[in-house]
């Protein structure tokens, strides 16, 4: 994908399978010359080697397969035993020109301290949904997703789900990320020339604790995603992002789905600006350089208020929300086979994706839409991959800043959930107008470091067995916070979890 001329728009995720294979053999990527047996497979050897059940007749193909995780570790720092009991599966396939996806997976798990703590103060697992306790110090939670789609016309694409999507050429977003829970959503897509065009609409939840005592349906709020992606040339790729985020009911009582935002191709802004100017927007772009076929550069720059005077007045006024993203993937580094290693820097600023009120930001079920710390952050990232036949090697390094808040309503502009109105205003809220730095309020340092080897088992479903260590550290002048974990799993990894913040 990653290579001078394939016109593939990378920044894009979920990839099309469809367009996917145009590009490479999926079939040979995955089993890149692993030795499988030979002739019909019985079920034990279709578990270890195959999907588990199939059906390809004329125009149908089906397949089933287990999702699982069985870990087990301990978190050194406190002496708690961790483990993790995950069972589910994954129905894919296409009838037709209709093609589909289905998953479900149940769990319970005890975690090491540092996301214990983000699952208790949240009432969420990373990117996992809500949680309730189970037994002593463990948590339940589960989570289903699917889509259905085809190809209307020559080159339009339509799809109605319920999941993530990822905009960007990063390990992280700083436009869309798929960090937070899955969400219902309805996207358009068109492929034509060198550009690809997504609109998608989707609907996202505020957790509410009072509402979650009694059964009652959490607040609701809609976001609509435009996103225009340019192979300008062989090895040059920009894309332009915009979203709007408004609430379902506003000072004017239920509004539910606003028709105004229903037009594919209006530019989002200047419709909200009409309305009266109430709902979040969020701008921004990506752009990708592939350099040769062992190194591609990529970067991002996000913007959620922009006033000429204030940018260049030198004041930090609060409302200066933007961030940037830059980084580099390399590949077979120094000629060594399957040797990949990626660097990454990303910043935002305070009050970055937050609105007047909770319901407003640009968030989903207490975590973020787009990078997984909010807001009001600098961050360093470098993740190492090296694979030999079906063994892989990866050690990912973390360091980040942020400023925090101190919990006594005032909000420094890392929690986006928070209202970003000046105080006294609001009980809660932003303390001034101007002099706000990447870091104020409650300095906080984390270092995260996590090294693992694994063994393929089955390519179908990421069927591996895994052994590795953790090492974090978050400080501040308030606590201190130590995690050294020793894990070992087998698990299949078909889908990003995000432990590394």
Same mark, same amino acid.
């Given at each position: 994908?990653?290579?001078?001329?394939?016109?593939?728009?990378?920044?894009?995720?979920?990839?099309?399978?469809? +367009?996917?294979?145009?590009?490479?053999?999926?079939?040979?990527?995955?089993?890149?010359?692993?030795?499988?047996?030979? $002739?019909?497979?019985?079920?034990?050897?279709?578990?270890? =080697?195959?999907?588990?059940?199939?059906?390809?007749?004329?125009?149908?193909?089906?397949?089933?397969?287990?999702?699982?995780?069985?870990?087990? $570790?301990?978190?050194?720092?406190? /002496?708690?035993?961790?483990?993790?009991?995950?069972?589910?599966?994954?129905?894919?396939?296409?009838?037709?020109?209709?093609?589909?996806?289905?998953?479900?997976?149940?769990?319970?798990?005890?975690?090491?301290?540092?996301?214990?703590?983000?699952?208790?103060?949240?009432?969420?697992?990373? $990117?996992?949904?809500?949680?309730?306790?189970?037994?002593?110090?463990?948590?339940?939670?589960? +989570?289903? &997703?699917?889509?259905?789609?085809?190809?209307?016309?020559? @080159?339009?694409?339509?799809?109605?789900?319920?999941?993530?999507?990822?905009?960007?050429?990063?390990?992280?977003?700083?436009?869309?990320?798929?960090?937070?829970?899955?969400?219902?959503?309805?996207?358009?897509?068109?492929?034509?020339? %060198?550009?690809?065009?997504?609109?998608?609409?989707?609907?996202?939840?505020? @957790?509410?604790?009072?509402?979650? +005592?009694?059964?009652?349906?959490?607040?609701?709020?809609?976001?609509?995603?435009? @996103?225009?992606?340019?192979?300008?040339?062989?090895?040059?790729?920009?894309?332009?992002?915009?979203?709007?985020?408004?609430?379902?009911?506003?000072? &004017?009582?239920?509004? /539910?789905?606003?028709?105004?935002?229903?037009?594919?191709?209006?530019?989002?802004?200047?419709?909200?600006?009409?309305?009266?100017?109430?709902? %979040?927007?969020?701008?921004?772009?990506?752009?990708?350089?592939?350099?040769?076929?062992?190194?591609?550069?990529?970067?991002?720059?996000?913007?959620?208020?922009?006033?000429?005077?204030?940018?260049?007045?030198? %004041?930090?006024?609060?409302?200066?929300?933007?961030?940037?993203?830059?980084?580099?993937?390399?590949?077979?580094?120094?000629?060594?086979?399957?040797?990949?290693?990626?660097?990454?820097?990303? +910043?935002?600023?305070?009050?970055?994706?937050?609105?007047?009120?909770?319901?407003?930001?640009?968030?989903?079920?207490?975590?973020?839409?787009? =990078?997984?710390?909010?807001?009001?952050?600098?961050?360093?990232?470098?993740?190492?991959?090296?694979?030999?036949?079906?063994?892989?090697?990866?050690?990912?390094?973390?360091?980040?800043?942020?400023?925090?808040?101190? $919990?006594?309503?005032?909000?420094?502009?890392?929690?986006?959930?928070?209202?970003?109105?000046?105080?006294?205003?609001? &009980?809660?809220?932003?303390?001034?107008?101007?002099?706000?730095?990447?870091?104020?309020?409650?300095?906080?340092?984390?270092?995260?470091?996590?090294?693992?080897?694994?063994?393929?088992?089955?390519?179908?479903?990421?069927?591996?067995?895994?052994?590795?260590?953790?090492?974090?550290?978050?400080?501040?002048?308030?606590?201190?916070?130590?995690?050294?974990?020793?894990?070992?799993?087998?698990?299949?990894?078909?889908?990003?979890?995000?432990? %590394?913040?």
């Amino acid at each position: 994908m990653y290579q001078p001329g394939t016109n593939f728009h990378t920044s894009i995720r979920q990839y099309r399978m469809d +367009q996917l294979n145009e590009v490479i053999n999926t079939d040979s990527v995955l089993y890149d010359n692993l030795r499988i047996p030979e $002739g019909r497979l019985n079920i034990w050897q279709r578990f270890l =080697h195959d999907d588990l059940i199939s059906l390809d007749k004329e125009d149908i193909n089906i397949v089933v397969n287990p999702l699982f995780a069985f870990e087990g $570790g301990r978190e050194n720092s406190e /002496g708690i035993t961790t483990w993790t009991n995950t069972r589910g599966l994954f129905i894919k396939g296409n009838i037709g020109k209709l093609y589909f996806y289905t998953d479900f997976v149940e769990n319970q798990a005890v975690v090491p301290n540092y996301i214990n703590v983000f699952a208790n103060k949240t009432n969420m697992m990373p $990117g996992q949904g809500q949680r309730k306790n189970f037994g002593t110090n463990g948590h339940d939670y589960a +989570q289903a &997703t699917g889509y259905i789609g085809f190809n209307f016309a020559k @080159y339009f694409n339509f799809q109605l789900g319920n999941g993530k999507h990822f905009i960007g050429d990063g390990h992280r977003s700083l436009l869309l990320s798929d960090g937070a829970f899955s969400y219902p959503y309805v996207k358009l897509t068109a492929d034509f020339w %060198n550009i690809k065009y997504m609109v998608m609409w989707n609907k996202m939840l505020n @957790y509410d604790s009072v509402a979650d +005592q009694h059964d009652f349906r959490y607040p609701g709020k809609y976001g609509v995603h435009q @996103y225009l992606d340019w192979n300008i040339n062989k090895r040059l790729s920009l894309g332009f992002y915009a979203n709007v985020v408004y609430a379902e009911k506003d000072t &004017t009582g239920h509004r /539910g789905f606003d028709i105004h935002y229903l037009n594919p191709v209006n530019f989002f802004r200047p419709v909200e600006y009409n309305l009266g100017s109430p709902d %979040n927007v969020t701008m921004g772009f990506n752009a990708r350089y592939i350099a040769s076929k062992w190194l591609t550069f990529y970067g991002q720059f996000v913007m959620g208020e922009f006033k000429f005077d204030e940018v260049f007045s030198g %004041n930090k006024w609060w409302a200066n929300k933007h961030g940037f993203q830059l980084g580099a993937k390399t590949f077979d580094l120094f000629g060594i086979n399957k040797l990949d290693v990626q660097l990454e820097y990303n +910043q935002a600023r305070p009050y970055t994706y937050s609105h007047y009120t909770s319901i407003y930001s640009y968030s989903h079920l207490n975590q973020p839409m787009a =990078h997984i710390l909010g807001a009001n952050f600098r961050e360093g990232l470098a993740i190492l991959k090296y694979r030999k036949n079906r063994w892989q090697f990866k050690a990912e390094l973390m360091a980040t800043m942020y400023g925090d808040d101190y $919990g006594d309503g005032i909000s420094w502009g890392k929690d986006v959930l928070m209202p970003n109105t000046q105080r006294p205003l609001d &009980t809660d809220g932003r303390p001034r107008e101007h002099g706000y730095s990447i870091g104020d309020g409650l300095k906080t340092n984390v270092y995260n470091a996590d090294v693992n080897v694994s063994f393929l088992v089955n390519p179908r479903n990421m069927f591996n067995i895994v052994a590795g260590a953790r090492i974090r550290k978050m400080s501040n002048d308030l606590e201190t916070i130590d995690t050294q974990h020793v894990y070992f799993g087998i698990r299949t990894s078909l889908k990003s979890l995000y432990y %590394n913040f």
